[in-house]
C-alpha cells in the first residue's frame, strides 16, 4: 500500500475562498509526523505546516491548518483566502519509522490553481 | 540566515559521465537529505546524513552516493549516468530530529543526454 495517497488530480479555487487539499497515509507506527509543502513553478519546496501523531490539536499557520483525523489516516490540508500566489503542486508527507528506517516519504502532490 | 543552497543550479551532462551535485545546510543544521523528483516518480528519497554518517538510505542503485562533511556540507555523486536520471535534485536541512521540519534548497536540474 502506498503511505501517503493524493488522489486529487488538480484543483481550482476562486480567490479569497477556502480549499481543502486532502491527503491519506498508511502507518502501522504509534509515532509519526505529517508534513505539508508548496512547490511553486520555481521548483524550491517550501514548507507550509507539521502534524505531530501524538499532538491532539490541528496545526495551524497562519490561513494554513491541517485537518487531522487520526482514526481516518488522513492530514487534509485547509488553506483559507486563497490568494493568486497559491498557484502551485503541493505535497503531503510524512515521517515514521525509527533510526534507520525514518525517512520522509512524499505523496504524488496535488496542483491548485487559484483563479482571479 | 541563509537558506540552504545547491550548486549547480543546472547541469547537462552525457551518458556514462558523472556528477557530483553540491548542498550547503542552513548555518547549525547538521542533517542533510537528498531526493529525486521527475514527473513519473515523484519525489523519492535518496539518503540522509547526519553528522557525517549516512543515516538511512533509498531504493537506489549503487551508482548514487553521498558524503557530508565536517561543516555539514553534503555531496552527492551520480557515477555512470544514464537517460534516466534526468531529473531536480532537491536537497534539504534540518536540526536533525526525525520530526524537524526540512527546509529545502532550489534544486539542481540534472539533464543527461
Known amino acids: 500500500a502506498q503511505k501517503i495517497t493524493q488522489t486529487q488530480p488538480g484543483m481550482f479555487v476562486q480567490e479569497k475562498e477556502a480549499v481543502t487539499l486532502d491527503c491519506t497515509y498508511d502507518?502501522?507506527?504509534?509515532?509519526?509526523?505529517l508534513f505539508w509543502y508548496k512547490q511553486p513553478s520555481s521548483g524550491e519546496m517550501i514548507f507550509l505546516i507539521y502534524?505531530?501523531?501524538?499532538?491532539?490539536q490541528n496545526a495551524t499557520e497562519g490561513r494554513y491548518s491541517l485537518n487531522f483525523q487520526k482514526a481516518r489516516k488522513s492530514a487534509n490540508l485547509v488553506i483559507s483566502a486563497s490568494q493568486l500566489g497559491d498557484s502551485a503542486m503541493y505535497f503531503c508527507?510524512?515521517?515514521?519509522?525509527?533510526?534507520?528506517?525514518?525517512?520522509?516519504?512524499f505523496g504524488k502532490g496535488i496542483t491548485l490553481s487559484v483563479r482571479p | 540566515k541563509a537558506g540552504v543552497t545547491q550548486t549547480p543550479r543546472y547541469l547537462i551532462k552525457t551518458r556514462g559521465q558523472q556528477v557530483t551535485l553540491s548542498c550547503s545546510p542552513i548555518?547549525?543544521?547538521?542533517?542533510v537529505s537528498w531526493y529525486q523528483q521527475t514527473p513519473g516518480q515523484g519525489l523519492q528519497f535518496l539518503f540522509e546524513?547526519?553528522?557525517?554518517?549516512?543515516?538511512n538510505k533509498g531504493n537506489f542503485p549503487g551508482r548514487f552516493s553521498g558524503r557530508q562533511f565536517s561543516n555539514s556540507r553534503s555531496e552527492m555523486n551520480v557515477s555512470t549516468l544514464e537517460l534516466g536520471d534526468s531529473a531536480l535534485y532537491l536537497c534539504?536541512?534540518?536540526?536533525?530530529?526525525?520530526?524537524?521540519?526540512?527546509?529545502f534548497g532550489p534544486g539542481t536540474r540534472l539533464t543527461v543526454l
Open positions: 534539504a536541512s534540518s536540526l536533525g530530529s526525525a520530526y524537524n521540519e526540512q527546509f
Open positions: 502507518t502501522s507506527d504509534q509515532s509519526y509526523g
Open positions: 502534524q505531530g501523531s501524538y499532538d491532539e
Open positions: 508527507a510524512m515521517r515514521d519509522g525509527t533510526g534507520a528506517n525514518s525517512k520522509l516519504t
Open positions: 548555518s547549525g543544521h547538521r542533517s
Open positions: 546524513y547526519f553528522s557525517e554518517t549516512q543515516r
